[in-house]
C-alpha cells in the first residue's frame, strides 16, 4: 500500500481514487476489455469492471512514484561521471571528453523524455479514457463531494482483480462442467441414441469420409479416404445405463501391415479426447484429420516440423458454437511438438 500523492503529476482529470471503495456486487461480467473497436458500454455497476479500473489507476500512481524518482536522477547521471567513474560509459569518466558528456546528456533526456511520453500515452489512452469519463460524471453527480475514506489504497487492486477473475473462471468451468454433465445423461439414457448420432453424420456428406457401419453392435468404422487411414471405433458400456458411456478407437491396418507411427499418434489423440462419451464430437475429430496431408499447424503454420512430422495433434477449438442441430465440433491441428 503506498499513500496517494496529495498533487499528482500531470493535469489530473480528477483525484486518483475518487471512485475507489466499490460497492460489492456480484460480477455480471468478464474481465473489463480495452476499449477498442466496437466494445460494449462498461458496466460500472460490476464489481469486477471497478476493480480493474482501480488497477489501472494503482498502476498509474506506481509509475509517477517510479518516474518522481527515476527522471531527475537518470537526467544527471551523465554528470555524476564527472566524480565517479562508474558512471560514465563503458566504466570510464564523461570528465575527459565535454562532447561525449554532452552526447551523454543529450541522451540522458531523450531516454526520459521517452519515459514521459510512454506515462502520458498509458493515461491518455483507450484503456483510461473510459475511466476518467467515469471518475468525471462522478465529480460531476455529486458536485465534486466524494469522500476519500483515508487517503490510501485500502487494497492492492491487481491482487484483487486476479482473484475475481478466478473466481468468475471458476464459474464459468462450473457451468461447464454442468452442462456436458447434462449431455452425458441425456446420450446415456437411451440405447439407441447414438444410432441417430451416426445418421445424422453420414446425412452431412464430409468429403473424403465414409462411414462403414458394422454388423456388431455398438461398433463402426471410419474411413478417411484421402489421408488413406481406417479408424476402429467400438462402444464401450457401464452396467447401470443403457447408453454408451466411452468409444474406444483403434486404427485398423490392412492385414500383414502394422499401423504406422502416424496412424498411432492419431489413435492415441482421439483416445485422450475430452467427451468419451460423445460420438458426435470423436467422429467430428476424427473428420477433422481427413485432409491431414494438407492440415497445417494452428501454432507454426507449417505443415511439417523439424522431425518431419505432420500436425497429429486435434484440440477442440474453444469457442464452439453449443446450439445447432446436429451440433458439430472444430479442431485445430498441432504438431506434437507444438502443443
Ligand atoms: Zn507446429
Redesign the pocket.
Known amino acids: 500500500m503506498s499513500a496517494v500523492p496529495t498533487t499528482a503529476a500531470p493535469a489530473a482529470p480528477g483525484t486518483l481514487t475518487a471512485i475507489a471503495t466499490p460497492q460489492v456486487n456480484s460480477a455480471t461480467q468478464g474481465a473489463p476489455q480495452a476499449a477498442n473497436g466496437d466494445t460494449p458500454p462498461l458496466d460500472w455497476e460490476s464489481e469486477i469492471q471497478l476493480v480493474s479500473s482501480l488497477a489501472k489507476l494503482q498502476e498509474l500512481e506506481r509509475k509517477i512514484h517510479e518516474l518522481r524518482q527515476l527522471v531527475p536522477g537518470k537526467l544527471l547521471e551523465p554528470l555524476q561521471s564527472l566524480t565517479n567513474p562508474k558512471w560514465g560509459p563503458q566504466g570510464s569518466s564523461f570528465a575527459d571528453s565535454p562532447v561525449q558528456l554532452r552526447e551523454g546528456l543529450e541522451q540522458a533526456a531523450r531516454t526520459q523524455l521517452a519515459n514521459i511520453e510512454n506515462f502520458k500515452s498509458m493515461w491518455q489512452g483507450p484503456e483510461l479514457q473510459p475511466v476518467w469519463a467515469h471518475v468525471e460524471s462522478r465529480l460531476k453527480d455529486s458536485a465534486g463531494q466524494i469522500v476519500q475514506p483515508t487517503g490510501m489504497w485500502e487494497r492492492d487492486y491487481d491482487v484483487l482483480l486476479e482473484e475475481l477473475l478466478k473466481v468468475e473462471r471458476g464459474k464459468d468451468e462450473e457451468l461447464l462442467r454442468e452442462d456436458e454433465e447434462a449431455e452425458r445423461a441425456k446420450a446415456q439414457s437411451s440405447e439407441g441414441e447414438w444410432q441417430g448420432v451416426v445418421e445424422s453424420f453420414i446425412q452431412r456428406n464430409l468429403p473424403g469420409v465414409r462411414v462403414i457401419k458394422e454388423q456388431e453392435t455398438l461398433s463402426l468404422a471410419i474411413a478417411l479416404v484421402k489421408a488413406g487411414v481406417i479408424f476402429h471405433v467400438a462402444g464401450v458400456k457401464e452396467p447401470d445405463a443403457p447408453g454408451v458411456a466411452d468409444w474406444h478407437v483403434s486404427s485398423r491396418a490392412p492385414p500383414g501391415r502394422v499401423p504406422t507411427k502416424l496412424e498411432n499418434s492419431m489413435t492415441e489423440c482421439l483416445n485422450s479426447r475430452p467427451r468419451k462419451w460423445d460420438l458426435a464430437f470423436l467422429l467430428d475429430m476424427i473428420s477433422s484429420y481427413a485432409d491431414l496431408k494438407q492440415t497445417?499447424?494452428?501454432?507454426?503454420?507449417?505443415l511439417t516440423?523439424n522431425s518431419a512430422q505432420l500436425?497429429t495433434i486435434r484440440r477442440a477449438q474453444s469457442t464452439q458454437p453449443s446450439q445447432g442441430e446436429p451440433r458439430t465440433f472444430a479442431f485445430d491441428?498441432?504438431?506434437s511438438?507444438?502443443v
Not at 296 to 302: A, G
Request: proline letters at 7%.
Open positions: 497445417s499447424c494452428v501454432k507454426c503454420n507449417k516440423n500436425p491441428a498441432l504438431h511438438s507444438c
